[in-house]
């Protein structure tokens, strides 16, 4: 299993109590399952798809006001009601079952089992390059302590950690005191003389405020035992902006070259980099340097596994104000570029639907479009406020901020011979329970190009199958299953639609199926129950008349 999957949040990193998107969501769905509806019927009234609307009700996407209201209005109650519900009662999700179950006890057994499910992830991690970097708030607002604990975690399960800080908030209170002004030019700093005495100054104070914490091994801390030593040098060497819109930046500069090869020796010694967002050229000058630079040519450098930036938000949003939990670097450019129009376009702008980005999200976005274009496998952009969200994005199935990646990490795709291992780990337990046929490896092997995979970061976690019946232009869709811990998530509705226009394409234009026990979820997707008259002949005579399965029949 990849590290990031779909939810299977840690006992002590999910609190369902005091999330508030979490209580919203129950508050909807408990309203929603009060007046019998189901997900896709109030899924197509506020005109979204089931999964987006199962994501709300789960509280893994914010909701935004628009939303709120549309689905308020289908329920008929307004928003305070819903507020009002989440604060008096104590919804009881489906999904959360387990996650209730552990966060009300924590006895051994539950601890053993949580324990072991972050076997996977430890094995995925070792050996691998992560950069992590976070500006100079996360060391003035007191949360480098807790970060260095989960630093110290990663460390021990042997990833290979590279840190890289920033400065800002310590050059500008420095820059203060000694009542200097700098200017900005389109957020480029212009580093004088003066200045960059104060840029060494704060990055030299902070980078030893770093190396403290992680140098703590106090024995009854998350640090006891720890054997951190910190690497730090001239590894990044830079060059001046130079002229940027007719004014000279002069020390402010950009990354020219990453000494991989030198902190590949570190992190091969066990050591952790820090890194400044400071840079040498071989002219002997020191420039001042923006710390997303750093990490991004860093990454790309090292060909790093992830990289991981702290910021202010949760994650990134979508116009909609909806966080979301993975986004491709292809979406995210139509992001900025939708946010691009509408600063640049007068009359967009003056438009109250103007979306809103925060000023983390173009700084990091940008950064973490040209990090993964350029190799670098995954990029996370997570909140610092939250504590242990690194832990949380990477130990848990969905993670808690965005992550971006070169290409997208569900997709659906006929499937192949190398996929029945993992087609039958996810069948078996289902046929022993009777809700699917059984059907053993080697007709599973011969059938295997009907077959349709969901994937879900290169693990297969869905299945479905078509059988075509050319004659009568039919086609049976069968064998359909999501692995359990994606349930919800309106993937199910995905592969089906998948399906039927697979089968569509290939000129069907009837599609059935038999079940015994998902018949609503098909009535709600547009079958209609039939007799068993009305399946193709060859299916009638196939048909077991013990299982009893129940006829459902759709025109494409
Ligand atoms: C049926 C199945 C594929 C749905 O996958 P999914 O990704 O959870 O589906 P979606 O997110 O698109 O839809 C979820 C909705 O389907 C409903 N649903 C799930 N199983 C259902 C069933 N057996 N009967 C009716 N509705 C069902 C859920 O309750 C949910 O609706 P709600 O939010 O209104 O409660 C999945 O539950 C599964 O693999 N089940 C076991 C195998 C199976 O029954 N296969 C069909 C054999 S014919």
Redesign the pocket.
């Known amino acids: 299993m990849h590290p990031k999957s779909p939810h299977n949040q840690a006992p002590e990193l999910a609190n369902l109590d005091t999330n508030p998107a979490i209580k919203l969501g129950l508050a909807i769905?408990h309203q929603?399952?009060q007046q019998n509806?189901?997900?896709?019927q109030l899924a197509d009234q506020i005109g979204t798809d089931?999964?987006n609307l199962?994501r709300i009700?789960r509280g893994n996407q914010t909701i935004s006001p628009a939303t709120l209201n549309k689905i308020c209005l289908a329920l008929g109650c307004s928003p305070a009601q819903l507020y009002a519900q989440q604060e008096g009662e104590n919804f009881a999700h489906?999904a959360n079952f387990a996650q209730n179950a552990k966060l009300a006890s924590h006895s051994a057994p539950q601890f053993v089992s949580w324990f072991r499910s972050v076997a996977p992830y430890i094995h995925a991690f070792g050996g691998r390059t992560f950069v992590i970097a976070f500006g100079g708030e996360v060391v003035t607002d007191g949360q480098f302590t807790a970060l260095s604990h989960d630093l110290n975690l990663l460390a021990s399960l042997e990833v290979r950690l590279i840190l890289v800080h920033g400065a800002r908030p310590q050059i500008e209170s420095k820059l203060k005191q000694a009542n200097l002004k700098t200017k900005l030019v389109d957020g480029l700093r212009v580093t004088d003389d003066a200045a960059m005495e104060i840029v060494k100054e704060a990055n030299g104070a902070i980078r030893v405020d770093i190396e403290s914490q992680l140098s703590m091994g106090l024995v009854d801390s998350p640090m006891a035992g720890s054997d951190i030593r910190v690497a730090s040098g001239n590894f990044v060497t830079a060059k001046p902006v130079g002229v940027y819109q007719g004014v000279d930046l002069q020390h402010t500069g950009e990354v020219r070259k990453i000494d991989s090869v030198g902190i590949q020796k570190r992190l091969d010694d066990g050591e952790v980099v820090l890194l400044s967002p400071l840079g040498y050229s071989p002219t002997g000058e020191i420039f001042n340097l923006a710390v997303e630079d750093v990490a991004v040519s860093t990454a790309i450098a090292l060909d790093a596994d992830k990289l991981i930036f702290l910021m202010d938000k949760e994650g990134v949003h979508n116009i909609r104000g909806e966080l979301l939990r993975e986004m491709t670097t292809q979406k995210a450019k139509n992001l900025l570029q939708h946010v691009h129009q509408y600063q640049h376009d007068e009359q967009l702008a003056a438009q109250d639907a103007a979306p809103y980005i925060s000023e983390d999200e173009l700084y990091y976005l940008p950064a973490a479009i040209r990090a993964c274009e350029n190799g670098v496998a995954r990029t996370h952009l997570i909140c610092r406020h939250t504590d242990g969200a690194i832990l949380q994005e990477l130990f848990t199935l969905e993670g808690i901020g965005t992550m971006v990646t070169e290409t997208p990490l569900e997709l659906m795709r006929q499937a192949n011979i190398d996929d029945v291992g993992s087609l039958l780990k996810l069948i078996e337990p289902?046929e022993a329970e009777g809700?699917?046929v059984r059907r053993g490896r080697e007709r599973l092997e011969m059938e295997i190009n009907q077959f349709y995979v969901m994937e879900h970061d290169g693990r297969v976690i869905?299945c479905a199958a078509l059988y075509p019946f050319a004659s009568e232009k039919m086609v049976e869709f069968?064998?359909?299953?999501?692995?359990?811990s994606?349930?919800?998530?309106?993937?199910?509705?995905?592969?089906?639609h998948f399906c039927e226009d697979q089968a569509k394409h290939m000129g069907f234009n009837t599609m059935f199926?038999?079940?015994?026990?998902?018949?609503?979820?098909?009535l709600?997707r547009g079958f209609k129950q039939r007799d068993v008259e009305s399946l193709p002949a060859e299916k009638q005579k196939l048909y077991n008349l013990q299982r009893r399965s129940k006829v459902f029949v759709k025109a494409l």
């Open positions: 769905r929603r399952k509806k189901t997900l896709t089931a999964g199962s009700e489906p289902l809700i699917l869905g069968a064998c359909l299953a999501i692995h359990p994606y349930r919800g998530g309106g993937r199910g509705d995905r592969l089906f199926c038999l079940t015994t026990r998902t018949e609503h979820w098909f709600e």
